[in-house]
C-alpha cells in the first residue's frame, strides 16, 4: 500500500471536487446586478415620483464586452448556484495550480542541492 502525505491526499481531494463539478454542475462566469428601472407603462407609479422596478441582470463578459442579461424571479437562485459553482472551480484549480507550482519549485531545490554536492 503506497503511503500518501497530508497534502497528497489534499491534492487527490480538490481534483476530485473539480471532477465533480465539471461532470454534473451548472456553471456560469458571471455575477449578479442589481438595478432600479422604469417599466415604461405610463399608469404605473415607476412613470411619475414612485419607487422604480428592481431587477437582477446577469452580467457577463464575452471577449471584451460585457452583456447584461435580465433574470426572472424565479431563476435567480439557479443563477446563484451556477455562479457559486464556478467560483468553487476556479478555488481548486488555483489550489491545483498553486501545489504543482510547490512541487515545481521543490524539484529545483532538490536539483540545486545536488549540483552543488
Ligand atoms: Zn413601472
Redesign the pocket.
Known amino acids: 500500500m503506497p503511503e500518501y502525505t497530508a497534502n497528497e491526499l489534499a491534492r487527490e481531494s480538490t481534483r476530485k471536487r473539480l471532477s465533480r463539478i465539471i461532470e454534473s454542475k451548472p456553471l456560469i462566469q458571471g455575477s449578479l446586478v442589481e438595478s432600479l428601472r ?4 405610463k399608469g ?4 411619475k415620483e ?1 419607487p ?2 428592481l431587477s437582477t441582470y446577469l452580467s457577463v463578459r464575452q471577449g471584451n464586452k460585457r452583456i447584461m442579461v435580465h433574470v426572472p424571479e424565479d431563476a435567480i437562485p439557479y443563477v446563484k448556484e451556477c455562479i457559486a459553482n464556478h467560483q468553487h472551480l476556479q478555488d481548486a484549480l488555483a489550489i491545483i495550480s498553486r501545489d504543482c507550482m510547490e512541487v515545481l519549485i521543490s524539484k529545483k531545490r532538490q536539483r540545486n542541492k545536488r549540483t552543488k554536492e
Open positions: 422604469t417599466c415604461g407603462k404605473c407609479r415607476c412613470y414612485g422604480k422596478h
